[in-house]
C-alpha cells in the first residue's frame, strides 16, 4: 500500500480491479492530489465568491483582466492530434462493457467514455470503467453474454475521456486523510495506465472537461497535464483536451479557456442543457431571467444562439475545432410515426449545427449515427470547418443574458420535470446514470434543469398558462400524482430509491438558493452503500 492513500469501501477491489488500483497508479493519484489539491479548493471557493457577487446585482461581463488576450489575433491552438482532424459525429455514453464496445463499433468518428453525467459514480462503475477502457485499448475487450457475442471491430472509434469535474470529490479513497479529487481520480487511473499504449497505437491520451467556470480551472487542467506528461516521460502537448462550454460564466471566457490550454486544446462543445441549467443557476437572484417549459428552451432563443455563433467564431479564429451538442431523442421501435417525427427533429438539429459551422456533433444511440453522418457528410465536404471564420457574428454580453425566451409554462412541463427528476435520482441513487424516459436519454444534465426550474418557477411564484400560481403545494400534488407512475417511465428504480427522491424534489423547491449539483447532494447515498464510514464524506442524508 502506497503511504498516505486508504481506499475506504467494501466494494472487492482484488480482482480486474486490482490491476487498476496498482501501487504505481496510486502513487500517481496521491502525486497529482499533493500537487493540485489546495489549488482545486481555492477555485471552488472563488465560484462561491463570484456566485454572491451575481447575486448582488453585478452582471456577467468579459474579463476586463484578459482583454489582451481576447484582442491578440496571433495565437492560436495546437493542430489536430491523429484521430482528432475529422470529428464529424461523436458518441457519447457511461463506460460499462456493452457500451463501451457497441460505441466503439458504432460508426462515429470518436467515442466519448463518460465518467461524468451519464454514469452514477459507484465505485464498482468508476473502477470498472477503467478496466473497460483499458481492454478497449488493448483489444482484449470482447465478451458473451445471454449467448451475443460482443466483439471490437477492426476499425473502432477514437476514444476520448470525460472525467468528473472539479467540484466532485472521489470520497472513496483518501490522500493524507483528505479525498481526493473525482477529476485527478478518473484522469489519473485513464492515464497512467493507457497514455503509452495509446501514443503505441497512433492516438493519444484525448480527454473532455467538465463544469469549469472560470479561466483560472483550465490553467490547473493545463498544470496538471504537464506535471503527468512529465511524470511517466512523454512528450509534452501529446494530451488533447475538448471542454464543454457548459456554465454560463465559461462562455464570456471562451478565449482565456482556449489560451490556458493552447499547447492541450482540441477545441470546445457547446454542453447545452447544462449550459441551460448554469444559466438558470448563476442568475438564481435575477427575477426576469425565469424561463418557460424545457421543450421551450430551443437553440435558437437568444441566449443559447449567441452563445453557439460566439464558441463557433472563437474556436475557428484559434484554429480548433467547435463542437455541437447533444439531441436528446432515441429512436422509438414500437412507432414508426412517432420515430419518424423524433428522427426529423435530430436531422433539423444538426442540419442547424453545420451550417452554423460546427465542426462535428454529439449523438446518444448508435441507431442515430447515420442520420448525422448523412447531414454533416452533405454539408461538411472537408474534414472540418475551420475555414469558416464567422467574422459577422458580433455577440456582446447583453446577448448572453437575453432571457427573452417565447414560451409558457405548462401544467404538463410541470409534471414532464418532476418526472424526470424523480426518476433520474431515483435511477441514479441505484448506481444507473442515464435513463430513457418518454423516449428522451435523460443524464444528470437534464435533470438539473428539470429540478432548478421547479425551484426557480416556486422562488418566483410563476404562474402556469391558466393563471394558477406555482407554489410548493402545487408541487408537491404533482409530485404526489407523478411519483406512482415512475416505475412505468424507469423500471429499474427502486421504491425505496424513489422515496428518498421525492424527499429531495420537495426540500430543494423549498430551498432559499438550490443547490449546486444534485450528484453532490446524492452522492452520500452511493458512499454509504460502498461501505465508507460517514466521517469521510460531507453527509447530506
Known amino acids: 500500500m502506497v503511504a498516505g492513500v486508504q481506499i475506504h469501501t467494501k466494494v472487492d477491489v482484488h480482482n480486474p480491479q486490482s490491476d487498476i488500483l496498482t501501487d504505481g497508479a496510486l502513487s500517481f493519484l496521491a502525486a497529482l492530489h499533493r500537487t493540485f489539491e489546495s489549488t482545486r479548493h481555492s477555485l471552488l471557493v472563488a465560484r ?5 457577487r451575481f447575486d448582488s446585482g453585478v452582471p456577467l461581463d468579459f474579463p476586463p483582466e484578459t482583454a489582451h488576450i481576447r484582442a491578440e489575433p496571433s495565437w492560436h491552438c495546437a493542430p489536430p492530434a491523429p484521430g482528432l482532424e ?16 457497441n460505441a466503439l463499433n458504432s460508426g462515429a468518428k470518436t467515442f466519448m467514455a463518460d465518467f461524468e453525467d451519464s454514469s452514477a459514480p459507484t465505485f464498482a462503475n468508476m473502477i470498472n470503467g477503467q478496466v473497460n477502457l483499458r481492454d478497449a485499448i488493448k483489444r482484449q475487450i470482447d465478451f458473451e453474454s445471454g449467448g451475443k457475442q460482443y466483439k471490437l471491430s477492426e476499425k473502432p472509434a477514437v476514444l476520448i475521456v470525460r472525467p468528473r469535474g472539479w467540484h466532485l470529490d472521489e470520497t472513496r479513497i483518501t490522500v493524507d486523510g483528505t479525498p481526493i479529487s473525482g477529476s485527478l481520480f478518473d484522469f489519473g487511473l485513464y492515464f497512467y495506465h493507457n497514455a503509452k499504449e495509446l501514443i ?7 480527454f473532455y472537461l467538465p463544469k469549469m467556470e472560470h479561466y483560472l480551472e483550465a490553467r490547473l487542467w493545463n498544470d496538471v497535464f504537464l506535471f503527468s506528461q512529465s511524470y511517466i516521460s512523454i512528450p509534452h502537448n501529446t494530451i488533447r483536451a475538448t471542454v464543454l462550454i457548459e456554465t454560463l460564466p ?18 470546445l462543445n457547446c454542453g447545452r442543457w447544462d449550459y441551460i441549467f448554469s444559466a438558470i443557476k448563476k442568475r438564481r437572484a435575477d427575477r426576469s431571467a425565469v424561463l418557460p417549459d424545457r421543450k421551450d428552451v430551443t437553440m435558437t432563443v437568444p441566449f443559447m444562439d449567441s452563445y453557439v455563433r460566439l464558441l463557433i467564431q472563437t474556436c475557428h479564429r484559434r484554429k480548433v475545432a467547435a463542437m455541437g451538442g447533444m439531441s436528446a431523442q432515441i429512436p422509438i421501435k414500437n412507432d414508426l410515426q412517432a420515430n419518424e417525427v423524433a428522427m426529423e427533429k435530430v436531422r433539423a438539429d444538426k442540419l442547424r449545427e453545420v451550417t452554423a459551422g460546427h465542426d462535428g456533433t454529439w449523438i446518444a444511440h448508435p441507431l442515430i449515427n447515420q442520420i448525422a453522418r448523412k447531414v454533416f457528410d452533405e454539408n461538411m465536404l472537408g474534414p472540418n470547418q475551420y475555414h469558416v471564420r464567422r467574422e459577422d457574428v458580433k455577440v456582446a454580453a447583453a446577448d448572453l443574458l437575453n432571457s427573452s425566451v417565447p414560451g409558457k409554462i405548462t401544467e404538463d412541463g410541470i409534471r414532464s420535470n418532476v418526472s424526470v427528476a424523480l426518476a433520474y435520482c431515483g435511477a441514479w441513487i441505484g448506481g444507473n446514470g442515464c435513463i430513457p424516459v418518454n423516449y428522451l436519454m435523460e443524464d444528470a444534465a437534464t435533470a438539473e434543469i428539470a429540478r432548478v426550474q421547479l425551484w426557480q418557477w416556486v422562488k418566483y411564484g410563476a404562474r402556469v398558462d391558466t393563471g394558477e400560481q406555482i407554489t410548493t ?17 424507469a423500471p429499474g428504480v427502486k421504491e425505496s430509491h424513489l422515496k428518498i427522491a421525492k424527499k429531495y424534489l420537495m426540500e430543494q423547491i423549498r430551498q432559499q438558493w438550490p443547490s ?26
Open 200 to 206: 503505441k497505437r497512433g492516438s493519444g491520451p484525448y
Open 48 to 52: 462561491d465568491v463570484a456566485q454572491r
Open 86 to 101: 475529422d470529428r464529424r459525429v461523436e458518441i457519447t455514453g457511461p463506460t460499462d462493457r456493452k457500451m463501451v464496445i
Open 516 to 541: 449546486e449539483f444534485l450528484t453532490s447532494d446524492l452522492m452520500p447515498y452511493l458512499t454509504m452503500a460502498d461501505g465508507v464510514e460517514e466521517k469521510w464524506y460531507r453527509s447530506s442524508l
Open 250 to 267: 465559461a462562455a464570456f471566457q471562451m478565449e482565456e479557456i482556449l489560451f490556458e490550454l493552447r499547447n492541450h486544446s482540441a477545441g
Open 473 to 489: 403545494q402545487y408541487v408537491d400534488r404533482i409530485i404526489a400524482e407523478q411519483a406512482p407512475g415512475i416505475k412505468k417511465i
